[in-house]
């Protein structure tokens, strides 16, 4: 018996339905698992995140207890990385610590974001006087040192966390929308945007669906930089007087709090060191790998 062959068309041939586009988790986790370097500084950075939740189970010290009997003391069973000047545990602040860094780290780096992602992208779209305007206003910005113009923020409206948001803001906005801006400008001529605009969506809309959701990646390996950066700021700030106020546990108020004595025990300057450089490392692969798996030039982009 011959077997007739079922003509095309019929319903024993249909087509399979085209497979669901990837979600943006599934992307993320292809492009970590495929990067090597944003595998192992998102790791680190995970690793200092849990640390600073779970420190109040970590150790049973109190950070900011003065104990002038246990002053100045070396490693020991005790305290595993000694004492300060003050007899206060020296890894208790250390773990306490990373709240301080990491929390008021990522709020100052989210709202330069926000910020300098809607700037940047109006930016783009706009184009015309805004454009230029807003280009020799971020020149005349960005002209200013940025520790000079945080110093002045700092002097003039006093320290505290939403403080030193606000001078991180008035420092790092300028450069992130230069970046974004450089990024949105591929996107603002595509043809969804064209077509955006021929439905007669107004010029909101058009940044809040159709340009954001399409420079992601450059967003995601900005925020990834730039908080590097951020940590590094803070610190310094602490470090200078200008950031936390004592008794508070930052790592770069314990280290000018014990430099005059870190031949006596040194611990007590280089353990914040190691924490606060291990935290920027972690920062600094993660954003070179999602850079490299994604394609994001960041010189190209205007950074």
Same mark, same amino acid.
């Given at each position: 018996?011959?077997?007739l062959?079922?003509?095309p068309?019929t319903?024993g041939?249909?087509?399979e339905?085209? $497979?669901?586009?990837?979600s943006?988790?599934a992307? $993320?986790? &292809? @492009? ?6 944003? =595998? ?16 109040? /189970? ?6 900011i $207890?003065?104990?002038a009997d246990?002053?100045? /003391?070396g490693?020991?069973?005790?305290h595993?990385?000694g @004492?300060?000047?003050?007899g206060r545990?020296v890894?208790?602040?250390?773990l306490?610590g990373?709240?301080y860094?990491?929390?008021?780290s990522?709020?100052?780096?989210l +709202?330069t974001?926000l910020?300098?992602t809607?700037?940047?992208?109006? =930016?783009a779209l706009r184009g015309?006087?805004?454009?230029d305007?807003l280009g020799r206003?971020?020149?005349a910005? /960005?002209?200013?040192p940025?520790?000079l113009? /945080? ?6 409206l ?5 403080v +030193?948001? #606000?001078?991180i ?12 801006r450089? $990024?949105a ?8 945007v @064209?077509a955006?605009?021929a439905?007669?969506e107004?010029?909101w809309?058009?940044l809040?669906?159709? +340009?954001p959701?399409?420079?992601t ?12 950066w951020?940590?590094l700021?803070i610190?310094? #700030?602490?470090?200078l007087?200008?950031g936390?106020?004592p008794p ?5 108020l ?5 430099r005059?004595a870190?031949t006596v025990v040194?611990?007590?300057s280089?353990a914040p060191?190691?924490a #606060?450089?291990?935290l ?5 692969l993660a954003?070179?790998g999602l850079s490299k798996?994604?394609g994001?030039? &960041?010189?190209?982009?205007?950074s």
């Amino acid at each position: 018996m011959t077997t007739l062959d079922t003509p095309p068309g019929t319903p024993g041939d249909a087509p399979e339905a085209p $497979a669901a586009p990837p979600s943006a988790t599934a992307r $993320a986790w &292809r @492009t970590v698992r495929s990067s090597r370097a944003a =595998a192992v500084g998102l790791a680190i950075v995970a690793v200092h995140v849990l640390i600073a939740l779970l420190a109040p /189970l970590l150790t049973t010290y109190d950070p900011i $207890a003065n104990n002038a009997d246990q002053a100045l /003391l070396g490693p020991s069973w005790s305290h595993w990385a000694g @004492t300060d000047q003050y007899g206060r545990d020296v890894l208790a602040r250390v773990l306490y610590g990373g709240r301080y860094a990491i929390g008021v780290s990522v709020a100052a780096t989210l +709202i330069t974001l926000l910020i300098g992602t809607v700037v940047g992208c109006a =930016a783009a779209l706009r184009g015309g006087w805004f454009d230029d305007v807003l280009g020799r206003v971020l020149d005349a910005v /960005l002209s200013i040192p940025s520790v000079l113009a /945080l110093l002045v923020v700092v002097t003039a409206l006093g320290t505290g966390p939403s403080v +030193i948001v #606000l001078a991180i803001a008035v420092v790092y906005v300028p450069q992130v929308v230069r970046v974004v801006r450089g $990024a949105a400008l591929a996107v603002a001529p595509a043809d969804y945007v @064209t077509a955006a605009r021929a439905r007669g969506e107004g010029t909101w809309a058009i940044l809040r669906r159709e +340009i954001p959701p399409n420079i992601t990646d450059v967003v995601c390996v900005e925020f990834a930089m730039r908080a590097s950066w951020v940590v590094l700021l803070i610190s310094s #700030l602490s470090f200078l007087g200008f950031g936390a106020d004592p008794p508070t546990p930052d790592w770069g108020l314990m280290v000018a709090e014990n430099r005059t004595a870190i031949t006596v025990v040194p611990m007590a300057s280089l353990a914040p060191i190691i924490a #606060l450089a291990t935290l920027v490392v972690g920062l600094n692969l993660a954003a070179d790998g999602l850079s490299k798996a994604w394609g994001v030039d &960041r010189i190209r982009e205007g950074s």
